[in-house]
Nanobody
Framework: QVQLVESGGGLVHTGGSLRLSCAAS????????MGWFRQAPRKEREFVAR????????YYSDSVKGRFTISRGDGENTVYLEMNSLRPEDTAVYYC????????????????WGQGTQITVSS
């Protein structure tokens, strides 16, 4: 069983930056594809970014492309999400996601989830 634990959430002003981390345990890290989703109040959980187990395959949603950067630590059970130029519409609970082959952009198809961390961007 895979456990994912996020950290790094908080409150930031518009235009600010935050860095999220997700630590995976319970399985050999290098075999997992990982990613991030977010869920704003009264909205469905939406895809943000994903990274392959090799770290080569990276994909972003259009809403964050150019502002967010996903990466993973070599040999570490951690994936990061660097968020810059934050906007009020980025306010949401951010969830770490993982899967065996690739992280789907559809939330219901993702196998492993973290508990989530709140990001609030004030205007």
């Amino acid at each position: 069983q895979v456990q994912l634990v996020e950290s790094g959430g908080g409150l930031v002003h518009t235009g600010g930056s935050l860095r999220l981390s997700c630590a995976a345990s319970g399985r050999t890290f290098s075999r997992l594809a990982m990613g991030w989703f977010r869920q704003a109040p009264r909205k469905e959980r939406e895809f943000v970014a994903r990274i392959s187990w090799t770290g080569v395959g990276i994909y972003y949603s259009d809403s964050v492309k150019g502002r967010f950067t996903i990466s993973r630590g070599d040999g570490e059970n951690t994936v990061y999400l660097e968020m810059n130029s934050l906007r009020p519409e980025d306010t949401a609970v951010y969830y770490c996601a993982a899967d065996d082959s690739t992280v789907s952009v559809i939330a219901r198809n993702v196998r492993y989830w973290g508990q989530g961390t709140q990001i609030t961007v004030s205007s």
